[in-house]
């Protein structure tokens, strides 16, 4: 019977370069300081979550764990920087072996070395939202179905219907009937359609943006090499936002610690607010059941806000069952307690904001230290006019972000066929753009152009001697453009090793300048645009490279508004779910009416209550300061053919009257 002697790796002394003790409250050195096994890690609102998680890969790293052994996922691209960043000012090392990033963005990374595996090229091309669009339409037209006869799901709404089901890893049949019922008896069809969308994406080496995750997933369940691999690579995990995964993140997160089970959940189960995008808080509360041994450290000192407001946000999360426990502690001294605005309708209410913002500002606070939360952008659509009306300067957060402007993507097709001949949707998408082109003419000329291209000898193939080999294909009226489309490629292809910038000026100046200007009124604009896309693609060394990051930049829901953030002198409009993770001086939360806020929708939903609650607990712990609270008496409902009661918040009424302040509106007429 052999013996079994244990060999225990050599380690010389550690000598801590960071005093722990010192920059670091009690409850965030216990988390920081941890030992290895699985932790959950739930940080309140404004308690540091993210000085703590700095501060375990600092700790790690000094423990003498190599950087490369450190797996850090965020949600956005600008926390992972700023983490590694100031990991590297904490230790005064190089963290570039640190693996870092978002989940999908880690993901591209580990597709891009072992698609193969998987049956994918290694120089796919992602998807961006409209290509996805455009792609689905193309698989609803393989499966026969006549979208004519019967009201079919529009291609973007298909998309969302798939998206849903893998992130939640739900079936088809359950997703229709829990979220979709009204398609409900076109599941069969629907599952025909998805299955069809595969398979191109598939024969043209494309990926979607839900892909870089499931993908990744089956990657690791399906080649136990690959998943023996990197679970041997990563010692220690650390997973930001926590309560933001679906259930592709949390088996993929599972997966990778199966081995050390160095697991470190952060994150707050009462800023959970995402489940219409596929998140589940129940990743939170059943992390400690699905790891044995794990430790659980609660954060509850806020940094952030009053005590008057913490006070107010503690009463407000109180009613939710399904949660960890926190109260969360104040640091600094107290201040006004929060406002409860009664108003007689949402024009009141609107003069009312328009007027405090006006007097705060008077009183020397910085507009853009203000915000206005609501529920749903119709909310605020009075106090839009009154602040007009006012020449009160705001700045919305929505609109079309800059990469996925028309002009932006008509030139990266460009570069993405370059990259990719096999990508049908941007070989289309040039083509349209020439005279005489249309949908049909665009799939035939598609299928003569990539069987020519599987006879070309070279590797890789000629883009633009293809092109030539069909020209008599193309219709009359597109043939002096199709042979500007083939010349365009033939420069791209010559001088590819420029970089992508150069590329992109090249495409511009070789004819889609003067397609910007018998297309587009704004031709300036957008030609000033283009030149802003060349030089921040400058940066980047390959195509391939500038491609991968747009595509990541486009897919993540607010992070390039976040990284921009308001203007100077701005006050800041945004519903509560685009601004979490901010904060701000003052907060008005507005229009909060049952029915509204709650919404009805919500309230009919399992769970949705709950949610709701956790949504307005994040819109009050954005304040630091002040914070006003309304809700009119009266509001103009559609379909009711006029002004409605309104009954406050049911929210409101979980708050004890004495931790608000009410405000009693009275009308001024100077000249009365």
């Keep these: 019977m052999p013996r079994e002697y244990t060999l225990k790796s050599f380690r010389a002394p550690i000598e801590l370069n960071i005093d722990y003790e010192t920059e670091l409250n009690a ?91 998987i049956g994918y090229p290694k120089s796919f091309t992602i998807m961006d939202r409209d290509d996805a669009k455009a792609l689905m339409s193309i698989a609803i037209a393989d499966t026969g179905i006549d979208t004519k006869a019967v009201r079919f799901p529009k291609p973007d709404l298909m998309c969302d219907i798939l998206s849903m089901s893998l992130n939640t890893g739900l079936q088809l049949g359950q997703v229709m ?68 995964t679906n259930q592709v993140q949390c088996e993929l997160i599972d997966l990778l610690g199966g081995r050390h089970h160095n697991i470190m959940a952060v994150g707050d189960d009462s800023q959970s607010i995402y489940s219409w995008r596929g998140a589940n808080f129940r990743n939170v509360l059943e992390f400690p059941d699905r790891h044995n041994g794990t430790q659980v450290f609660k954060i509850e000192t806020n940094y952030r806000s009053t005590p008057e407001i913490l006070d107010c946000a503690n009463a407000v999360i109180a009613a939710n069952t399904q949660q960890f426990k926190k109260v969360l502690a104040p640091v600094r001294d107290s201040g006004m307690k929060p406002a409860l605005v009664s108003c007689n ?41 009154e602040f007009t009306r006012r020449n009160i300067p705001f700045v919305l957060t929505s609109g079309i972000r800059f990469f996925e402007q028309a002009h932006v993507k008509d030139v990266a097709a460009y570069l993405k066929l370059l990259v990719n001949p096999g990508d049908e949707l941007a070989f289309k998408r040039i083509v349209l753009m020439l005279p005489g082109i249309g949908a049909k003419s665009a799939a035939k000329l598609w299928a003569v152009f990539k069987a020519c291209l599987t006879k070309e000898i070279t590797q890789p193939p000629s883009l633009a001697k ?19 489309f083939a ?121 949705g209550e ?58 001024f007429d100077p000249y009365g």
């Design 345 to 385: 309708d949402a024009n009141q209410q609107a003069e009312f904001i328009a007027q405090r913002v006006l007097e705060l500002r008077d009183e020397g606070m910085p507009m853009e230290g203000i915000a206005v939360l609501y529920r749903s952008h119709f909310h605020a659509l009075e106090l839009q006019l």
């Design 610 to 667: 709950e949610e709701e609650r956790r949504l307005f607990y994040v819109a009050v712990t954005r304040a630091k300061t002040e914070l006003y609270l309304s809700y009119p008496l009266l509001r103009f409902m559609h379909g009711s053919g006029g002004e409605t009661m309104q009954q406050p918040s049911r929210f409101l009424d979980e708050i004890d009257g004495d931790l608000v302040e009410e405000w009693n509106l009275q009308s």
């Design 27 to 117: 409850q965030q050195l216990a988390a920081v300081s941890a030992p290895p096994g699985p932790a959950l890690v739930l940080a309140g609102a404004g308690a540091g979550k993210t000085r703590t998680l700095t501060y375990r890969v600092a700790y790690l790293l000094e423990q003498g764990i190599p950087v490369d052994r450190i797996l850090l996922l965020t949600f956005t691209n600008k926390a992972a920087r700023e983490m590694m960043d100031r990991v590297q000012e904490l230790i005064g090392g190089d963290t570039a072996g640190l693996w870092g990033g978002t989940f999908h963005s880690v993901g591209h990374r580990v597709l891009r070395r072992h698609a193969e595996a």
């Design 177 to 244: 009937e829990e979220r979709y019922y009204y398609f409900d008896s076109l599941t069969d069809e629907i599952a025909l359609a998805h299955a069809a969308y595969a398979r191109r994406k598939r024969a043209n080496g494309m990926m979607d943006f839900d892909d870089l995750l499931t993908q990744w997933l089956r990657l690791l369940r399906e080649n136990s090499e690959t998943r023996e691999s990197f679970q041997a690579r990563f010692q220690f995990i650390l997973v930001d936002e926590y309560q933001d």
């Design 487 to 607: 010349e365009t490629l033939d420069q791209l292809e010559e001088e590819q090793a420029k970089g992508p910038g150069h590329l992109i000026r090249m495409v511009v100046a070789a004819g889609y300048e003067d397609y910007l200007q018998d297309k587009f009124p704004n031709y300036y604009a957008r030609l000033e645009d283009l030149e802003q896309v060349a030089g921040f693609a400058g940066q980047y060394d390959t195509t391939e490279e500038f491609l991968s990051e747009v595509t990541l930049l486009t897919n993540l829901d607010t992070e390039t508004q976040r990284d921009a953030g308001p203007d100077p002198e701005q006050i800041q409009l945004s519903t509560i779910h685009q601004a979490k993770g901010l904060e701000f001086d003052v907060v008005f939360v507005m229009m909060l009416c049952d029915g509204l806020f709650p919404s009805s929708r919500a309230i009919e939903s399992p769970g």
């Design 466 to 484: 293809a092109l030539r080999d069909i020209t008599g294909q193309s219709p009359k009226k597109a043939a002096l453009g199709w042979e500007q």
